[in-house]
């Protein structure tokens, strides 16, 4: 999406700690405050003054965790298939559960084979969309602590609601309606909150931006030039 986003604000994207190019905290704190934390020092370095800051799944709540910390950064926020309260969870799948099990999670990840990682992969996009080699490479390079604690810590974080109620930032919502992470029909728990849109994707899953990134671009630059 980042071709599109371009043509109408700078894009800056931040690999989280432990994830892509990011190494893992030094202190082991996977917290999503203390991302929040990392996220707003990358953004110091960079010399941001403010932000429309857009999060999919655990990254809207680190996302969030920057709003509240830093309110005078974020000037809106935008959180892709990001779950609002742990009602709204339906399941990681038969093969992500073994991978983030604490006794047989570990040894199933040392060999974590491209089969393997698709399988635990399998909810994060609609049933039946193939998932990209990146998305599995992606995957293969976190290190079971990081996948483990980074899952714990998202859910201690809920619920979202009431957080983003707080912050009083507008808000866009998008959800895939064939999310097989998180139901969709959750995603109406935002609608109460002041200056916020949500929107439903048809035929998406929990990865609009992998799935369908045109229409998911667009819903962005339209929120962008909003808030702007």
């Given amino acids: ?36 934390h990392h996220l707003a020092r990358a953004l110091d370095r960079l010399g941001v003054q403010r932000a429309v800051v857009t999060g999919h799944s655990t990254g809207g709540y680190v996302a969030t965790a920057l709003a509240e910390q830093r309110p005078e950064l974020v000037t809106a926020l935008a959180l892709i298939d990001t779950g609002p309260d742990r009602d709204a969870f339906v399941s990681d799948g038969p093969a992500g559960k073994l991978l983030l099990a604490p006794v ?19 909810t994060a996009v609609a049933p039946g969309f193939p998932i990209p080699q990146r998305l599995v490479d992606d995957t293969r390079a976190l290190t079971h602590r990081t996948l483990t604690r980074t899952s714990q810590e998202s859910e201690d974080y809920l619920p979202l609601p009431t957080r983003l109620t707080e912050l009083g930032k507008p808000l866009l919502v998008l959800f895939g309606d064939r999310d097989q992470r998180w139901r969709p029909a959750s995603a109406a728990r935002y609608q109460p909150i002041p200056d916020t849109t949500v929107e439903l994707l048809p035929g998406v899953g929990h990865s609009p931006m992998i799935e369908a990134p045109t229409r998911t671009a667009e819903f962005l630059m339209s929120f962008l030039l909003r808030t702007r």
């Avoid at 917290?31 to 929040?36: E, F, K, L, N, T």
């Avoid at 047989?104 to 399998?122: I, M």
């Fill in 104 to 122: 047989l999670g570990p040894l199933l990840w040392r060999l974590r084979t491209d089969g393997l990682v698709r399988r635990g992969l399998s």
């Fill in 1 to 36: 999406m980042v071709p599109a986003l371009a043509t109408t604000a700078r894009v800056i994207r931040i690999d989280l700690p432990g994830h892509g190019h990011s190494p893992e905290p030094s202190d082991g704190d996977h917290s999503i405050p203390r991302q929040g």
